[in-house]
């Protein structure tokens, strides 16, 4: 978790940080009472600006996710782990219907759109990441 940030993604960084959060809480990789690291530590290790890390730790903060003991450092809060779970899912089902849709619009079929979805499926890629070749090679493929 927190191991890879796309600094070209259209995605700020900040917000690619809370993702990554909320994803490992939803997911159960991280736990309410994990110390997360540093500001410093992670943006040492991610290749960014403090302030950054800072300004995504404190909106994971105002949304209830994270607490911060002075001197000790930021933590998962109690009990959040639902509420991360059913934000996440809510969240990617508005974007596949938004895709789908797309698709549709652009005369692509359900079979073509379930083999794509199967494809990236297949791929297991960070969020973020670049979309593997032969996926973005689909393009080109006739229907």
Known sequence: MLENIDITSSVAVYVQIENHVQFAISSGRLK???QLPSVRELSERLGVN??????AYRDLEVMGLLFTR??????????????????CRRRIIER???VVAEAKAAGMSRDEVVKIVDKCIEA????YSDVPSDILDMAKKKP
């Open 96 to 98: 596949l219907h938004e």
């Open 50 to 55: 403090p302030n950054t890390v800072a300004k």
């Open 70 to 87: 002075r001197g000790m450092g930021v933590f998962i809060n109690k009990n959040v782990e639902q509420k991360c779970r059913e934000e």
């Open 124 to 127: 297991d890629a960070d969020p």
């Open 32 to 34: 309410p009472g994990d």
